[in-house]
């Protein structure tokens, strides 16, 4: 019998009642069954709510990313990643980082961005001197949409006016500039966005197609800094081997996306552990890695006068800890609990520090390895000696084998003939 994966009002089973559907279409064994049934510290009560067509949990470990010193207080960051090694290298880059006080950390403010796309109007230069005119309407009526992020403290602020032209023909595209507080905000923001398009289509005659947020939230940026002490590091050649392939992700996209990927190692994790959107942080962070019209790396690096590394992040964070599953989820409420975050802000300027610890362990790691061809001379003359070189030979051969970069006895074997005969 051919199976078929069309099932009508899914949604609406019962959880066990999916369960066993699932289980017969895939032929999954009782412990298979009973091991998705295991959601961990998020109760399927919780799950069910939180999307649709739930069946079971995924579990990942989360680690504690430790010796932190953010803005001179320590901190103890929740990670929850399925990579090994990722927690570690943050906990080590944030110990050398203790040297000169930790990380310093600042916030430009919650400010998240909404699009609202017009479209058919005949004269858009004229039709965005009409929206900018009236701003104070667009503005007031957004934020009659949000009387509790008011209430917070948040709303409106301003907004930008951007000409587009497109394959589809030219578009006025409305940004509403809306502080969003303790919220990620992407809920607010729609629903902002929602309410000011009939108006926007009012005043200028055109046609609203999209209004949503942006997650290219350039208001909304967490920065970090950090001085690595050269001699904690392991000298000028670690401090200079940094240097060269922080230029290197400059410089080329290629080595940008591995470069920015080890910085999303740091960042995705705590993003994940506090239950906020790793995608809407990711997209922020590449596209802003992308702004200047090429792609190149989220951090930079500098040697200060003394000569140690000087470490640096500048990247979108739009990151919240009263919506979402950041409310939803216990196990991220523990994590805010654990970092004793008190604002958005605290933990976007937490989570810049984790990503520039986890670039600087990256490039370092790299670096060293590099750096580790010194120890190469050694084992070449070990390699010389074994195939039965001695005296000024070892020497020779050894140093032409590290030259080549073929450190083998058949190699060595080969030069001690060809020394032979000379
Ligand atoms: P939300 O709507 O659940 O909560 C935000 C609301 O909480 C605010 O609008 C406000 O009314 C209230 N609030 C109470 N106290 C507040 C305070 N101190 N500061 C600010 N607001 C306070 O959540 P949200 O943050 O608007 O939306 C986040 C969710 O939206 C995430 O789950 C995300 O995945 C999802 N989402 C993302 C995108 C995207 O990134 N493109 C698009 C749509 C939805």
């Known amino acids: 019998m051919v199976k078929s994966s069309e099932v009508s009002g899914f949604y609406k089973k019962p959880v066990e009642e999916r369960l066993k559907f699932i289980q017969e279409f895939a032929c999954l064994t009782d412990e298979e069954v009973a091991t998705l049934r295991n959601t961990g510290g998020l109760p399927m009560g919780t799950a069910e709510k939180m999307i649709e067509n739930v069946v079971g949990g995924l579990t990942l470990p989360m680690g504690i990313g430790v010796n932190f010193r953010i803005n001179g207080k320590d901190v103890l960051v929740p990670m929850v990643i399925e990579e090994p090694s990722v927690v570690a290298a943050a906990s080590n880059a944030a110990k050398m980082a203790r040297a000169r006080g930790g990380f310093s950390a600042d916030f430009s403010g919650p400010v998240m961005i ?117 001699d904690v590091i392991g000298g000028e050649a670690v401090v200079d081997g940094i240097l060269n392939a922080s230029a290197f992700a400059e410089a080329d996209p290629f080595r940008a996306a591995t470069h920015n990927k080890g910085v999303m190692n740091g960042i995705s994790s705590v993003v994940l552990a506090t239950g906020n959107d790793t995608r809407a942080i990711e997209a922020g962070a590449h596209s802003y890695a992308a702004r200047n019209g090429r792609y ?110 073929k450190v083998r006895a058949d190699r060595a074997k080969e030069l001690l003939a060809e020394y032979a005969h000379k």
Do not use: W
Not at 172 to 180: A, G, P
Not at 218 to 227: E, S, T
């Open 296 to 405: 190149t790396s989220l951090t930079t690096y500098e040697k200060d006068a003394d000569g140690n590394l000087v470490g640096s992040i500048e990247v979108p964070m739009a990151v919240g800890i009263v919506g979402g599953a950041t409310k939803t989820h216990p196990v991220a409420r523990i994590a805010l609990k654990i970092m004793d975050i008190k604002s958005a802000s605290e933990l976007a300027q937490i989570i810049a520090c984790v990503g520039l610890a986890q670039n600087f362990a990256a490039l370092r790691a790299l670096a060293t390895e590099g750096i580790q061809r010194g120890h190469m001379g050694l084992h070449a003359r070990n390699v010389a000696i074994s195939a039965g070189a001695s005296g000024e030979l070892v020497e020779k051969i050894a140093e032409r084998m590290v030259k080549e970069g």
């Open 114 to 230: 909404a699009q609202i796309q017009l479209v058919d109007v005949p004269d858009p230069f004229k039709a965005s001197e009409i929206i900018l005119s009236r701003k104070k309407d667009i503005l007031e009526l957004a934020a009659k949409q949000d009387p509790v992020l008011l209430q917070a403290g948040g709303g409106p602020r301003d907004m930008e006016v951007r000409l587009l032209d497109t394959k589809m023909g030219p578009m006025v595209i409305t940004h509403l500039l809306v502080d969003t507080r303790d919220a990620m905000g992407a809920n607010a923001v729609n629903t902002m966005a929602e309410a000011v398009a009939p108006l926007i289509e009012q005043m200028t005659g055109g046609r609203v197609y999209l209004r949503i947020l942006s997650n290219l939230a350039v208001h909304r940026l967490a920065r970090a800094k950090a001085i690595f002490e050269r």
